[in-house]
């Protein structure tokens, strides 16, 4: 009887340890599909926008490019503009249709490339058009309706348009950012028509 008693718990030992180590795998799964904390927008005591931090590692979603060579000479935002929104806000995003409080939006400008044409084109080896050079600056957009309610909920701040980024930006009045976004952006004073991958959910509900 003992050696079947032995070869039973050893049996039930082993069971148990394949079932702790099956659980372990599926947390560890888990973990890894999990969202992290959002980045939320941080401020100072008088209330000016502190740069986002690692903002290269959020969610890129497109580089819409309007060059002065296009544009007259003189281009509002002569350069790419690079747009990232912070990863928690997205997955909220996607799932609600709807930009959270708290979401932010980072615009990276960087200029393109000197160039060799009338039209401000180049030709590099993958053929003419416009590449990206030196980066010059960033703006930012903020969803915090109780701290910007005369621009719609959304705070805008410019952090420079040249290097350096500024270490931190206050709110844009109304007749310099917002009013252009309340006037044209698709839905919810985000220019989501140029952006594929938030033009999702109720397209036309702005």
Known sequence: MRPKLLA????????????????????SISAQTQTGPRY????TASGDLILPKNFHEWVYVGSPLTPNALNGGKAGFPEFHNVYIEPGSY???????????????????????????????RTEPSGRGYFPGPFNGADVTVKDTKRNPDTGGWGYYNFNHHE?????AKAKPLNECAFCHIASAKKDEVWTQFYPLLDIGMPDIK
């Open 91 to 121: 997955e909220i995003y996607k799932k609600t249709f709807t930009f959270p409080e708290g979401t932010i939006l980072f615009k990276e400008l960087q200029l393109t490339l000197p160039g060799q044409n009338p039209d401000g084109s």
């Open 164 to 168: 350096p980024k500024a270490a931190t």
């Open 40 to 43: 939320l927008p941080e401020y």
């Open 8 to 27: 039973m718990t050893a049996l039930v030992a082993s069971g148990v340890i394949a079932a702790a180590f099956f659980v372990q795998s599926l947390s």
